[in-house]
Structures are given as C-alpha cells and as structure tokens.
C-alpha cells in the first residue's frame, strides 16, 4: 500500500560523527548514537490544504511508552539538529499543534513510529502523521435553495455531538471535520426543511461504509480518519410541481485514493411533502423506508410556525418532548435573518457558558440555561438525563425576540438513551 506521508520526520543516526564535532557526551555502557530531525511535508490527496509542520510538537518516547526526559519538544523547529541516544527502543511522535475536538474546522494530524538504536549503525525513522478525523462537505442541487425557505442539517456518528449546518449558514457551506468515535461503522444524517409554501420536509439517512470494501485496505467497515465524505441534496418534486421529499446521494474518497466511490445510503425514513401536512411531533404518519424509522421513538410536538409579538401568549410555545427510553439531549439551534438577533446570541454565547444558540445549545441539565433565564427575570426548569418528557417553553423567547423584526428559526434535536433521534424546525415571524 503506498502511505500518504502526510507529516515526514528522517531520524539518521550518524557513525563517526562524533568526528566531526567537538562537544563532549554522555557515555553509555551500552553505547549510544546520536539522531539528526528533520521535518518535510506530502499532501494528502483527501483535501488540498498546505499544513506548515514548524509548530507541530515532537516528543520522543522511552520503550514503555513514556516521554523521554529532556526531549519534549513544543515544536518542530525546537528539536536539536543532533540528539544522542543511549542504544534501545524508542518511538517519536508528533501531532498538530492544537487541540483534537470532536468537531474541527480544520484538520487534525497525528502519527507515531518505533525505532530502535543500535551502537554504530545508521538508523532511519519515519514518523507519518496522517490525518486523524474525517471531513464532511455538504452540497446542493441549482433547485434547493429556491425551494426551501428554511432548513437544517445535522451530521453525528452516534454520539450527542453532531455537525450543524442551517438555511442562514455562509454559502457555500464551510468543510467539517468529525473525530469518529472507535469502530463507527454508521453516519446519521438527519434533514428538517420548511418549503417556501409551508411544507415540512423530513429525512432520517444512514451512511455506511461496508459497501465499499473492494476500495480499502482489509474490508474494513468502520470510518476512519482521512475519508472524505460528500453529501449531495436535491428536492423531489411531484408531477403537479409540488414538493414531496429530498434525496441524499453520498460519496467517499479515502485518503490514499485520488477517486471518489459512492456511499451506500440507508433511507430510514421520510415525512411531509402537502401543504398543512405532517408537522414532526403533530401525530401526523411517517412513511417509514426500510427497517423504519427510529425517530417513532420519540414525540416531538412543536406548534405551528407563528407570528409573534409582545403580547403573544407564551403558553403558545410550549413545546413538549418525551421518549419512553429517557432524555439523554434537546439541542437548541437557533438562526434568524436579523443581524441584531445574531448579535445579540453571539453576546449570551460568551457571557454563559455552554449557551451557544447558534451552534446548538443542551438544554438537558443545562444550568446555566436556567441562569439565563433567571437573569431575564423568567424561571426556566431543564430535564435531567434519564428524564422521560419536558416542556420546552419557547414562548420565554417572544418578549426577547417583539422588537427584532425578520424570521427566528428555532431548530429542535432530541436524543435518547438509547440514540434514537428527531428534529423538528419552528420559525417565529416578527413584522
């Protein structure tokens, strides 16, 4: 298999060159060599990002997996053109020089390699750090973006942290990057949509990798670190012109391939399409695909999209949310074509922590959630994990949003305890 050297370090251990320069060294019983790094750079072929490596840090590592004493380095240009070993194994390690999150706007590279050093033998050691998290780009069809007036997408491997993408998000879309989580051999792509006359769009899609294991080393099912996943959405109109649904259609390339393959695409299930039909959580029918869809779950019951001012009853926001399996998460996105709505939820973001509306804020044992509230002279209670219903009440945002005129979009992702998940979208009007 020809590697992709994302990140290259030459360890050469040098005979006789203590010849050469006059220091004095260590004497080892067993003898000892000396290392020169050097540190060089190959694209991967998943993405053409220049990644400089001067800032990458280096450490050396003894046989036990522990940090050698003396030679941790905080970056590349930092390392000792020479460095004397005693005779032994070792490893060298390095990585991007920043923290490795769930979810990135950039890449994240890491790698290590074990080498031993023998008394007066040349030694060369090559460190590949490869990419070490997975990247997700979102496209759309000329048709998409004429249809739906608002709409969400939510990307997640299992766990409660997902990818968000929404109608107000810069176009074109930013690439995310996604640690998997050890053996994800499925991604949940879930898609809320309201069409520009009033119907509601849902789709709950299972990516899976299995189905192209002709194009990887060892038919391993599981993503991994370097792929490369492209989602495609186009809406599906019926004979009279009408919107009935949405299509994803998923690709792949793998880091050490320059092709793209598809992706096998789970259709899970599928609602709305009429005007006035299925609104999510309102008891309308699912039309499930094969196996179902798990989201049944759940209930979800968002009231109508309304027009909202400060006299609007608050009790008309109530939003209630159960699961038989217990609450594990209810994330609040929120977007809004007010630039001073924006604003206003970038300010809440850095003065509490843990309450980011835009990216999606947890609502479940949120208590800074509560201080919130409590601070804008309102009571908030949130659920506690295993809890099995809560009302939401978005009618506590009417008075904050009366005098901020455009459309609010609240978007509405609940988890269980046993990962069964459903969205739903709620847009406030304010004139």
Not at 103 to 124: A, C, L, V
Not at 174 to 189: D, L
Not at 368 to 381: N, W, Y
């Amino acid at each position: 298999m020809n590697h992709s050297k994302i990140f290259l370090i030459s360890a050469i251990v040098l005979m006789g060159l203590s010849s050469c320069v006059n220091e004095e060294v260590p004497a080892y019983e067993n003898g000892s060599g000396k290392m020169q790094l050097e540190v060089d750079i190959l694209k991967p072929k998943t993405t053409r990002a220049t990644v400089d490596t001067k800032d990458f840090p280096v450490t050396l590592l003894d046989a036990e997996g522990n940090p050698l004493e003396g030679h941790k380095y905080d970056k590349a240009t930092d390392v000792p053109k020479q460095i004397q070993l005693p005779v032994g194994q070792y490893a060298a390690e390095s990585h991007s020089p920043f923290e490795f999150e769930k979810i990135m706007d950039k890449p994240y590279y890491k790698g290590i390699e074990e080498f031993y050093i023998r008394k007066d033998i040349n030694t060369e050691v090559e460190v590949i750090c490869r990419m070490a998290n997975g990247s997700f780009e979102v496209n759309f069809s000329d048709a998409f973006h004429a249809v739906f007036r608002a709409w969400n997408i939510m990307i997640n491997d299992g766990t409660e942290t997902a990818i968000s993408y929404s109608a107000t998000d810069e176009m074109p879309l930013p690439k995310k990057y996604m640690r998997f989580e050890e053996e994800t051999s499925q991604i949940f792509v879930n898609f809320v949509g309201v069409t520009n006359e009033g119907s509601r769009i849902t789709m709950s899609n299972t990516l899976t990798k299995e189905q192209a294991s002709e194009q990887y080393d060892d038919d391993n099912p599981y993503f991994s670190g370097g792929d490369a996943i492209v989602l495609n959405f186009t809406p599906v109109e019926s004979t009279e012109g009408d919107i009935t649904g949405i299509t994803l259609k998923a690709d792949i390339q793998f880091e050490e391939s320059e092709v793209t393959y598809p992706l096998e695409v789970e259709k899970k299930g599928t609602t709305g399409g009429e005007e006035g039909g299925d609104t999510p959580g309102e008891g309308g029918e699912d039309t499930p695909g094969e196996g179902g869809d798990e989201s049944d779950a759940i209930t979800l019951n968002l009231p109508e999209d309304m027009t909202v001012s400060v006299s609007t009853d608050p009790a008309l926001g109530d939003t209630y949310i159960a699961s038989e399996y217990g609450l594990k998460s209810i994330k609040v996105k929120m977007s809004s074509t007010s630039d001073e709505m924006i604003s206003s939820l970038q300010d809440l973001a850095g003065n509490y922590n843990g309450v980011d509306f835009i990216n999606g804020a947890e609502v479940v044992g949120n208590q800074e959630m509560v201080r919130l509230f409590g601070d804008l002279g309102q009571t908030l209670a949130v659920p506690a994990e295993s809890d099995k219903e809560y009302t939401f009440p978005i009618g506590n945002f009417f008075t904050l949003l009366a005098f901020l005129p455009g459309e609010h979009t609240f978007t509405l992702t609940i988890t269980d305890m046993q990962g069964n998940t459903k969205d739903g979208i709620l847009i406030l009007t304010v004139e």
